[in-house]
């Protein structure tokens, strides 16, 4: 297993975790855990959020944008991050669980995962 490959499963292995998908600026999936065929299309709209994030943060003058949590009640949350330039984190967990040490996981990760690829 690749060190990729063992961050990816360590993130995805946390109490929820439904899908977690590592994917370029341009929406297209790098790697990904988890079941189902939904990494493509999440992945494909994540680009969009973080353009809207990004121009949101200018207008407020707060500074780059880091990360987002979306909440969307029963059906779960999606939480994004941006890892570099141009590869960016997403994670959807069950709307059931905790997902505070996830969050600060995927933060910690942002340090990492560019020199694993």
Known sequence: ?????AELHRL???AGVDLLVLLGRDGLVIQSTGSGNREEPVA???????SACEALGRAGE???FGTAVLD?????VLIV???AEDL???ALVRSDMGFGPL???MRSARGRLPAFL
């Open 1 to 5: 297993m690749s060190q990729l490959d």
């Open 12 to 14: 995805g292995a946390h």
């Open 44 to 50: 494909a709209r994540i680009p969009g959020l973080v």
């Open 62 to 64: 707060t500074g780059d």
């Open 72 to 76: 969307y009640p029963g059906g779960g």
């Open 81 to 83: 991050t941006v890892v």
């Open 88 to 90: 960016l984190l997403a």
């Open 103 to 105: 969050l600060r996981e």
